[in-house]
């Protein structure tokens, strides 16, 4: 973790200690689970999609500062969105863990989810910070899924 830049490792810290809509919201249409056995990272999420946007994402679960801050940055990035641009936001999330971001119009969309670019340098914590997308997306996708990283 002391390879990231600073102003990352802030954001992360920060969104673990008061991680954002850590909640159960009472209109939830859409839900999933995420388990990472590696880390121990357990990760509820709930959705409210309404005319094809996201219109509430929060989570309950426990687990590790990469997965939690994870989780919390990933609600906050895709309310409002539509599903198919979840699924972009997920799939340039995903790349950015593996590769640096080269295409200028990715990096924009990624903004501050940019934080977790430095994962890269720890291959075991990349399924930390990919877990909450992954069940993201199985709450789109198929939702009442269970995904594991293993
Ligand atoms: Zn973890």
Not at 8 to 34: K, S, W
Not at 40 to 47: E, N, P, Q, S
Not at 50 to 69: E, L, N, T, V
Request: charged share 25%; proline share 6%; hydrophobic share 40%.
């Amino acid at each position: 973790m002391t390879d990231l830049p600073d102003l990352y490792q802030e954001l992360i810290v920060d969104h673990n200690r008061n991680p954002r809509n850590f909640r159960v919201p009472a209109d939830a249409n859409r839900t999933a689970e995420g388990d990472n056995p590696l880390c121990g990272d357990r990760i509820k999420l709930f959705l409210r999609v309404q005319d094809g946007r996201i219109a509430d994402a929060a989570f309950q679960g426990s687990g590790c500062a990469i997965s939690k801050a994870s989780a919390s940055m990933m609600t906050q990035a895709v309310q409002g969105k539509t599903e198919d641009e979840a699924e972009r936001l997920f799939k340039a999330f995903h790349a950015m863990v593996t590769a640096p971001v080269t295409n200028p119009a990715e990096a924009a969309a990624l903004g501050k989810l940019a934080a977790f670019g430095g994962v890269r340098a720890f291959p075991a914590r990349v399924k930390c910070a990919n877990l909450p997308w992954h069940t993201l997306r199985a709450a789109l996708q198929a939702p009442g899924d269970r995904v594991s990283t293993e």
